[in-house]
Nanobody, 127 residues
């Protein structure tokens, strides 16, 4: 069983930065593709960033490109999301997700392809 625990959310002013962390336990961390998704109030959960098990392949949805950076530290079993230049529309609950990867560069791009999820952390960006 894989367990994911997010931390680092909070309230920040527009233009500010936050770094989210997700600690992963239970299985070999390096065998999982990992991602961050976001659910804004009244909207469906969307995948906003992902990273392959090797770290060589990353994905960003258009709305966060150039502002957010996903990274992973296999020695610490942790995946991060550095969020800069935050906007009010970035407000939502951020979830960490993981999926067993069958290749080092394989990276699912849909929330439906991830089987393991954290409990979420709230990010609120004030204008």
């Amino acid at each position: 069983q894989v367990q994911l625990v997010e931390s680092g959310g909070g309230l920040v002013q527009a233009g500010g930065s936050l770094r989210l962390s997700c600690a992963v336990s239970g299985r070999t961390f390096s065998t999982y593709a990992l991602a961050w998704s976001r659910q804004a109030p009244g909207k469906e959960r969307e995948l906003i960033a992902g990273i392959s098990r090797s770290g060589a392949n990353t994905y960003y949805t258009d709305s966060v490109k150039g502002r957010f950076t996903i990274s992973r530290d296999n020695a610490k079993n942790t995946v991060y999301l550095q969020m800069n230049s935050l906007k009010p529309e970035d407000t939502g609950v951020y979830y960490c997700a993981g999926q067993l990867a069958y290749g080092s560069t394989w990276l699912p791009l849909s929330v439906d392809e991830y089987n393991y999820w954290g409990q979420g952390t709230q990010v609120t960006v004030s204008s």
